[in-house]
C-alpha cells in the first residue's frame, strides 16, 4: 500500500532569500529586449547580440558567436571566452553564474540549468550551484548540464547526454548519466 498524500506542500514555497542580481523592473526590461532584439536579428549579427548581453551585465569575450535563438535568463550572472559559440535554442538558465571558457561550443538545444530544487523539504525550496565549462570544451546538440557541475578544459560531451557531474579535462563523454569513454586526444 503507498501513502497517497504528498510529501510537498508547494503553500510552503518560498524563494524570498533569492536573489537575481537586478531589480524586478530591471528584468522585466531584460526579458522584453530579448524577446525582440534575439529573435528578431539575422544569424550573421552575433556583434549586435553580444552587445546586448554585455549592456545587460554579461562578460561576453571577443569573436563569440550567438544564435539568435539562444536563451539567458539573467545575462549578468554569465561570462563566455573568447570565440566560444552558443547554438540555437540553447538556454543558460543562470539563477546561479554560469562561466563558458575560450574557444567552446555549446550546441543547438542543450540546456544549461543552475537551479533545482530540495527533493527532502516539504516546502521545494530552491537550490542553486554555478556550472563551468573549460576552455576548449564542446557540449553537442541537446545536451542537459545540472547545476553544479564542472566540465574539464577539452572535453567532448557527446549528444543527448545528461550531464550531472563533473566530468574530466581532455575526455569524450556521453551517456545518461554522463561518463567519461575515452581520452579526446592520443599521445
Known sequence: MTNDKPFVDLRQYD?????????????????LVQ?????????????????ILRLFG???????????TARFTYPWKITIGDYSWIGDDVVLYSLDEI???????????????TGSHD???????????????????WVAT????????NIGANAVIGARSSVLTDMPAGQVC???PCRPQYARLKE
Do not use: M
Not at 35 to 51: D, E, G, Q, T, Y
Not at 58 to 68: D, M, Q, T
Open 99 to 113: 562561466y563558458i571558457g575560450e574557444q567552446c561550443v555549446i550546441s543547438q538545444k542543450s540546456y544549461l540549468c
Open 174 to 176: 556521453w551517456g545518461s
Open 142 to 149: 541537446d545536451c542537459f548540464v545540472a547545476s553544479g557541475v
Open 35 to 51: 524577446a525582440i532584439a534575439f529573435p528578431l536579428s539575422p544569424h550573421p549579427l552575433n556583434i549586435w547580440r553580444c552587445w
Open 15 to 31: 524563494q524570498s532569500r533569492f536573489d537575481r542580481g537586478r531589480s524586478g523592473l530591471y528584468i522585466l526590461l531584460w526579458w
Open 58 to 68: 554579461a562578460r561576453i569575450g571577443k569573436g563569440v558567436v550567438i544564435r539568435p
Open 119 to 137: 527533493i527532502h523539504d516539504p516546502a521545494f525550496g530552491l537550490k542553486t550551484a554555478g556550472i563551468t565549462i573549460g576552455n576548449g570544451a
